[in-house]
Nanobody, 115 residues
């Protein structure tokens, strides 16, 4: 059974930082592309950042220079370091794994940026 379990969300003030983690099980983590998506109320889910099995990364324009995605294959975990957070970053953040047409989602973790 595949499980992606996110953690690290919470309430943070504008300009603050959070680090999200996603622990995977039931997949061969090292060969999967991993990604972080987010969904704000009333909006569609959107890609935030992705990292391939080779370590290549891509970012949405709205997080470039502020967020960093990384992975630890030994721990089957992908991370999202979020700095300089803005109120518009408020959303539920979801972890995603993808390989050969199969993808899985975590249940999400809430990030709220507010003073």
């Amino acid at each position: 059974q595949v499980q992606l379990v996110e953690s690290g969300g919470g309430l943070v003030q504008p300009g603050g930082s959070l680090r999200l983690s996603c622990a995977a099980s039931g997949i061969i983590f090292s060969i999967n592309t991993m990604g972080w998506y987010r969904q704000a109320p009333g909006k569609e889910r959107e890609l935030v950042a992705g990292i391939t099995s080779f370590g290549s990364t891509n970012y949405a324009d709205f997080v470039k220079g502020r967020f960093t995605i990384s992975r630890d294959n030994a721990k089957s975990t992908v991370y999202l370091q979020m700095n300089s957070l803005k109120s518009e970053d408020t959303a539920v953040y979801f972890c995603n794994s993808y390989r050969a047409g199969l993808q899985y989602w975590g249940q999400g973790t809430q990030v709220t940026v507010s003073s």
